[in-house]
């Protein structure tokens, strides 16, 4: 008769917990300084994924310069080997 809910995501907080959350949040740092906490934090948090991309921009060209590297050893096999064979 009564059919029990299960929630999508049931670790994540819901209505009442995340305005408990707030209600403290408020207590602790003051309603003046929640907008100066969530801009520094929104901040950092840009420059955390700004230097993410940056190391996987790196990693990309480090990627492109070995193939670039084993291309260039393979042309030089080969065009050693034919002048051996041709010998």
């Known amino acids: ?15 009442p917990e995340l305005l408990i959350v707030l209600l403290v ?3 602790l740092f003051g309603a003046n300084k929640i ?6 934090t929104g901040q950092a948090m840009g420059e955390f994924q700004r230097g993410r991309n940056e ?6 060209q480090m990627e492109g ?7 260039t050893e393979t042309k030089t096999e080969t065009a050693t080997e034919s002048t051996t064979t041709s010998e």
């Open 1 to 15: 008769m009564f059919e029990t809910i299960t929630p999508l995501f049931p670790g994540l907080p819901g209505g």
């Open 65 to 71: 310069d070995e193939d670039d590297e084993d291309v």
């Open 55 to 60: 190391i996987e921009e790196e990693l990309k």
């Open 35 to 40: 907008p100066k906490l969530a801009r520094s």
């Open 25 to 27: 949040l408020v207590l």
